[in-house]
C-alpha cells in the first residue's frame, strides 16, 4: 500500500493449489490453441497480469522445478513467453514471496532452485508464530480478529480468558485461533465468552484437571515473555516494566525463577 506500485494490479497466486500439468499455463499464459481444452482467447497468465505491479507467490516452495526454471528467466530477462508463443513480451513487475518451508532445506535437497532462491531472496522478513506473541500483543489481535468475525457486537473478553487463550500453544498459528473465536461466538449465542465456548482448547490448556497445571502454565509463559521484553530494552528493568505494565519487583521475581 506504501510502494510506487500502489495503483498498479496486486496478483496473488497460491502456487500449491495450481494444477501440476497447468502451472506454466497459469503463471506465463498461453496462445490461443496451445494445448487440448485451453481457451480459444488464450490466456493472460499470473505474470502478465501483474505488469506495473506486484506479484505474489504464495507457498512458493511447491512450485515444480521446472516452473521454477522458466520463473527464474523471467525474472532475470523481464520478459515472458506464453505457452504456444515464440515472442517474449516484456513484463515489469516486483515480486514477493511467502512460505512455510525451508527453502534452504529444499535447495540442499534439490527440490528448489539455489539460483532462484538467492534471486528472490533479497529481503527476508520472519513471521514470528502465535505462541510467540506477547500477551498484548496477542490480545489486540484476539480482540481484532473478534470484531471481524462477528456480525454483531461482541462483548470484549475478560482478562481471565484471554490469559487462558495465551496458554494455548496454538500450533494453527492466526488461522487456528480465528477459526476457534468464529466457533466460540456461535456457541456463546449472545452470552460473554467463556472457555467452555472453546471445546477443542481444553486439553491444551488443561494439562490436568488440577487449577494448579494452568495457572504453572501461565507464570512461565508469562515469565518468557517478561524476559523477551527486557532483552529487547537491552535490561533495563525499568523500561521493560513499564512495557510489560508490572512493578519492577514482580519483574525481578520473574528473573529470579
Known amino acids: 500500500a506504501h510502494s510506487q506500485r500502489r495503483k ?6 497460491n502456487c500449491g493449489a495450481l494444477p501440476a500439468e497447468l502451472v506454466e499455463a497459469e503463471l506465463f499464459g498461453y496462445q490461443a490453441g ?10 493472460l497468465g499470473y505474470v502478465r497480469a501483474a505488469d506495473k505491479g506486484i506479484l505474489f507467490l504464495d507457498e512458493v516452495g511447491e512450485l515444480p522445478l521446472t516452473a521454477q526454471t522458466r520463473l527464474l528467466r523471467v525474472l532475470q530477462e523481464k520478459s515472458v513467453t506464453p ?3 515464440h515472442v517474449a513480451e516484456p513484463v515489469d513487475f ?3 514471496a511467502a512460505t512455510n518451508q525451508n527453502l ?3 535447495v540442499a535437497e534439490g ?3 539455489e539460483d532462484l532462491y538467492y534471486r528472490i531472496n533479497g529481503f527476508l522478513l520472519q513471521l514470528p508464530p502465535l505462541r510467540d506473541y506477547g500477551f498484548t500483543e496477542f490480545c489486540a489481535l484476539a480482540e481484532r480478529l473478534l470484531a471481524q468475525t462477528a456480525s454483531a457486537p461482541v462483548m470484549k473478553p475478560g482478562e481471565q480468558l484471554l490469559q487462558q487463550l495465551f496458554a494455548c500453544p496454538w500450533p494453527g498459528n492466526i488461522r487456528q485461533l480465528k477459526q476457534a473465536l468464529e466457533v466460540a461466538v456461535i ?3 449472545g452470552a460473554p465468552l467463556t472457555l467452555e465456548h472453546f471445546p477443542g482448547l481444553q486439553p491444551a490448556v488443561r ?17 518468557a515473555h517478561a524476559l523477551r521484553v527486557l532483552d529487547s530494552h537491552q535490561g533495563n528493568v525499568s523500561a521493560a516494566a513499564r512495557e510489560l505494565g508490572i512493578s519492577r519487583t514482580t519483574l525481578y521475581s520473574y528473573m529470579k525463577e
Open 187 to 189: 456457541l456463546a449465542d
Open 94 to 96: 516486483h515480486v514477493l
Open 83 to 85: 505457452v504456444g508463443s
Open 111 to 113: 527440490r528448489f532452485r
Open 8 to 13: 498498479g494490479p496486486l496478483v496473488a497466486v
Open 104 to 106: 534452504q532445506q529444499m
Open 34 to 43: 496451445a494445448f487440448t481444452g485451453s481457451d480459444r482467447n488464450g490466456r
Open 207 to 223: 494439562q490436568d484437571s488440577t487449577a494448579g497445571a494452568v495457572q504453572g502454565s501461565l507464570r512461565e509463559r508469562n515469565i
